[in-house]
């Protein structure tokens, strides 16, 4: 009973320890934030935004793609890895041409310790003023 007890605390003393293991040998993500709301902004509004993470790892982040879940949405990723302790930014970039609510999809993929990362935007785009003053002039 005594071996089947040493056995047991010995494999998870020794799980425990590759888990921890595995979280200090890769870069690893800590975002600011993984949503940006762009809150109700008007059409054709600047759609650029930005998610700044830190590398909290012990080994470089090298993010290798970036997609967005449609074409409406365009990010941008570092060139160069992200070094422990320094900061990065993937720049985002929505249509703001598209009338209406929208929520979409970032995922990056990379050799942090979470491979698949996804980050996500969100908003409503209202007609602007200028839209809704031409389509009074038309009816007139």
Do not use: W
Request: aromatic share 6%; glycine share 10%.
């Amino acid at each position: 009973m005594k071996k089947l007890i040493l056995i047991a605390i010995f494999g998870i003393s020794t799980l425990a320890f590759a888990q921890e293991t595995k979280n200090t040998t890769t870069g690893v993500f800590d975002f600011e934030s993984e949503v940006i709301d762009y809150g109700k902004i008007k059409q054709n509004a600047d759609g650029n935004r930005v998610f700044t993470f830190k590398n909290i790892g012990n080994t470089p982040i090298i993010i290798s793609n970036i997609k967005g879940s449609c074409g409406c949405t365009v990010a941008t990723k570092p060139n160069a890895p992200i070094m422990p302790g320094k900061t990065g930014e993937i720049g985002i970039k929505y249509a703001t041409n598209r009338i209406g609510g929208f929520s979409k999809t970032i995922t990056i993929t990379s050799n942090a310790s979470e491979s698949r990362k996804v980050l996500r935007v969100k908003g409503i785009v209202l007609k602007s003023e200028q839209a809704s003053k031409s389509a009074i002039s038309v009816t007139k």
